[in-house]
């Protein structure tokens, strides 16, 4: 295997080449658009977090207790897999007035389309979805929706985990 600057010691899941599969498939989906860090970062958790939103698709990643914060650590992996695609000549870097913005490159569906995953076919499926749903909402008020969300999001597990210890020392 060759190594990379961008995968060296790092883990297989949710790192830079998982991460950033995520991103391609996104903005593969939202191809020419171009999106920002930020945005990248709020739709990834939802793309495999779609369980979050109602009537959304069952998550791609399980249900885990405080899984809200992972919004806080998802922007350094993401780039990482960002660079790396882009390495690849899948994704392209755009400076903008706004700012840092990524776009998927005309290869970049090619490959997905040669990818046979169970995995990859799904986050291909809620990309479709999700993409539209968010089309039209700014970066700003898609920070505001999560920011109103995030406490919710694994509090229920939270919640449930406090009772169980209480119900433990009660017996």
Known sequence: MIES????????????????????SLLSEAFPEQYSLQRLVVLDYLLIHSDDLPGGPPGLHPRTPHRGGELLVRRAMLEQGLMLYQSRGLLERH?????????ATDRAAGFLDVLSSDYVAELRERA?????????TSDSDLLKIVNSQSGEWGAEFAMESVLRVEDAEWQ
């Open 5 to 24: 600057p961008y995968t060296k010691n790092l883990p297989p899941f949710n790192g830079p080449v998982e991460t950033g599969l995520r991103a391609l």
């Open 128 to 136: 479709i979805w999700l993409v539209p749903l968010f089309g039209d």
């Open 95 to 103: 400076y903008t007035e706004t700012g840092l913005m990524f776009a």
